[in-house]
């Protein structure tokens, strides 16, 4: 049975840090691609960060390029986002996420989510 479980949101200031967690069952992180995306009230699903099977390509979305950084370690069996310098935007539910194939695809499963509330 897949299951995620995220961790790690809080409230945090504007410009503060916050690291995610998303401890994953059920397969080995070798074997998909993994990724998180995040949806905020009355706003549309958006992809966050993806990272391949052997971990050798990422990808960002635009609005949070250069301030994330996702990254796993397989014998955890777990997934990372590091968010720094945050903004009043990125407050969402963030969800970690398992996709088929690529990033580019659908999430095939998710977690519950963890949520980040970024105000002052």
């Known amino acids: 049975q897949v299951q995620f479980v995220e961790s790690g949101g809080d409230l945090v200031q504007p410009g503060g840090s916050l690291r995610l967690s998303c401890a994953v069952s059920?397969?080995?992180?070798?074997?998909?691609?993994l990724g998180w995306f995040r949806q905020a009230p009355g706003k549309e699903r958006e992809k966050v960060s993806c990272?391949?099977?052997?971990?050798?390509?990422?990808y960002y979305a635009d609005s949070v390029k250069g301030r994330f950084t996702i990254s796993k370690d397989n014998a955890k069996n777990t997934v990372y986002l590091q968010m720094n310098s945050l903004k009043p935007e990125d407050t969402a539910v963030y969800y970690c996420?398992?996709?088929?194939?690529?990033?580019?695809?659908?999430?095939?499963?998710w977690g519950q989510g963890t949520q980040v509330t970024v105000s002052s």
């Open positions: 996420a398992s996709y088929r194939f690529f990033c580019s695809d659908p999430p095939d499963y």
């Open positions: 059920g397969f080995t992180l070798d074997s998909k691609t």
């Open positions: 990272i391949s099977k052997s971990g050798g390509y990422t």
